[in-house]
T-cell receptor
Framework: ETGVTQTPRHLVMGMTNKKSLKCEQH?????MYWYKQSAKKPLELMFV???????ENNSVPSRFSPECPNSSHLFLHLHTLQPEDSALYLCASSQEGRLGGYRGYTFGSGTRLTVV | AQKITQTQPGMFVQEKEAVTLDCTYDTSDQSYGLFWYKQPSSGEMIFLIYQGSYDEQNATEGRYSLNFQKARKSANLVISASQLGDSAMYFC??????????????FGQGTILTVHP
């Protein structure tokens, strides 16, 4: 366990479904991130939350909707996804104010999403 | 904008031997951090080692060391005495200290390392 927990680990959903990914950290970090990892592509930053406020939306389509109710929880709400959205979605946390901290960013194990 | 380049899609090494994974970076910022992560097939990104741009000595963490050559903008990872459990994908990443990129990681494409018995 890294201290960042993601659920579910695997998700298969149809293009008309609505689902949510959950990320939880109890490391005392104040910044949380969503990354997308597609096959044969580098990890792509999707969203950044600092102190519960969204500070970055990296040109992500509106079918992905993040929510950060507090500094320990982060959600990614999914609706009307496309097959090309199938990927590993990784959540990470860090302590803002340091250069990613000397231990860097702590990642969860990811949710492997398949859109059918 | 910053960029990380890993030119080795795959590397093979014999167990107990050392291996070097290449990483070059591009940024005009003076203050930045460089990271290496390991991603096994389970998907989790495991932090390995960190090098700050102002650190004069190369970082070491157990069997991992980072060969930091600032003038060449390279940050190669050296794994000594490879073990079968080292087989995984390895990512080089960078974070900047200021501006709008603060606090966000930019990743390279990754290198798949296979350790043979």
């Amino acid at each position: 366990e890294t201290g960042v927990t993601q659920t579910p680990r695997h998700l298969v959903m149809g293009m008309t479904n609505k689902k949510s990914l959950k990320c939880e950290q109890h490391l005392g970090h104040n910044a949380m991130y969503w990354y997308k990892q597609s096959a044969k592509k580098p990890l792509e930053l999707m969203f950044v939350y600092n102190f519960k406020e969204q500070t970055e939306n990296n040109s992500v389509p509106s079918r992905f909707s993040p929510e950060c109710p507090n500094s320990s929880h982060l959600f990614l709400h999914l609706h009307t996804l496309q097959p090309e959205d199938s990927a590993l979605y990784l959540c990470a946390s860090s302590q803002e104010g340091r250069l990613g901290g000397y231990r860097g960013y702590t990642f969860g194990s990811g949710t492997r999403l398949t859109v059918v | 904008a910053q960029k990380i380049t890993q030119t080795q899609p795959g590397m093979f090494v014999q167990e107990k031997e050392a291996v070097t994974l290449d990483c070059t970076y591009d940024t005009s910022d003076q203050s930045y951090g460089l990271f290496w992560y390991k991603q096994p097939s389970s998907g989790e990104m495991i932090f390995l080692i960190y090098q700050g741009s102002y650190d004069e000595q190369n970082a070491t963490e157990g069997r991992y060391s980072l060969n930091f050559q600032k003038a060449r903008k390279s940050a190669n990872l050296v794994i000594s005495a490879s073990q079968l459990g080292d087989s995984a994908m390895y990512f080089c990443a960078m974070s900047l200290a200021g501006g709008t990129s603060y606090g966000k990681l930019t990743f390279g494409q990754g290198t798949i390392l296979t350790v043979h018995p």
